[in-house]
T-cell receptor, first 113, second 116 residues
Framework: DAGVTQSPTHLIKTRGQQVTLRCSPKSGHDTVSWYQQALGQGPQFIFQYYEEEERQRGNFPDRFSGHQFPNYSSELNVNALLLGDSALYLC????????????FGPGTRLTVT | AQKVTQAQTEISVVEKEDVTLDCVYETRDTTYYLFWYKQPPSGELVFLIRRNSFDEQNEISGRYSWNFQKSTSSFNFTITASQVVDSAVYFCALSAVNSGYSTLTFGKGTMLLVSP
């Protein structure tokens, strides 16, 4: 049973560019959440998708957007990259109603230069 | 608003010592879950333990145990007989249930260094 997968593993972008990160949830899960973890900090909630709609959003600017596909996989898009967007981006999947089961992927490390 | 505070930034112990990681939380919700996650250098968050707000019974699972006290809003985590492989960053997290959708609020983490 495959767990949560994320791609790519590492990414280097230039300030001002746009980036897309991808996540495939654990089998049987229908909800995907994205978190940003800056160096030395705890993960911060960006947003959550269920039934292809954004259901919850954290305190992140509109430069951060997402999408969920019919197969429950998800993308995180960040426009107009800033140096401060450099972080580990974690995807977590869960099943709606299972309030305590969130499984995390290995993350994508984004470096903005 | 919810908040999780892990006052210990870094803890260093020698193998076989017991170590307790502290966590204090704030929430206005009456129903919530508390978690501990481990993050090794690889970066992936590994789930360790979970407790819901209605169950203050403290338990032991192998070398792990936890002390949940609603009166002080604390959820401390203890590793007994620590091992070098326990070296990692440990995060305490709080899950609120909002209209059927849960999200996690994390503390800043405690780095545990276990030396041989």
């Amino acid at each position: 049973d495959a767990g949560v997968t994320q791609s790519p593993t590492h990414l280097i972008k230039t300030r001002g560019q746009q980036v897309t990160l991808r996540c495939s949830p654990k089998s049987g899960h229908d909800t995907v959440s994205w978190y940003q973890q800056a160096l030395g900090q705890g993960p911060q909630f960006i947003f959550q998708y269920y039934e292809e709609e954004e259901r919850q959003r954290g305190n992140f600017p509109d430069r951060f957007s997402g999408h969920q596909f019919p197969n429950y996989s998800s993308e995180l898009n960040v426009n107009a990259l800033l140096l401060g967007d450099s972080a580990l981006y974690l995807c977590a999947s869960s099943k709606k109603g299972s309030y305590y089961e969130q499984y995390f992927g290995p993350g994508t490390r984004l470096t903005v230069t | 608003a919810q908040k999780v505070t892990q006052a210990q930034t870094e803890i260093s112990v020698v193998e076989k010592e017991d170590v307790t990681l502290d966590c204090v939380y704030e929430t206005r919700d009456t129903t919530y879950y508390l978690f501990w996650y481990k993050q090794p250098p690889s970066g992936e968050l590994v789930f360790l333990i979970r407790r819901n707000s209605f169950d203050e019974q403290n338990e032991i699972s192998g070398r792990y145990s936890w002390n949940f006290q609603k009166s002080t809003s604390s959820f401390n985590f203890t590793i007994t007989a620590s091992q070098v492989v326990d070296s990692a960053v440990y995060f305490c997290a709080l899950s609120a249930v909002n209209s059927g959708y849960s999200t996690l609020t994390f503390g800043k983490g405690t780095m545990l260094l276990v030396s041989p």
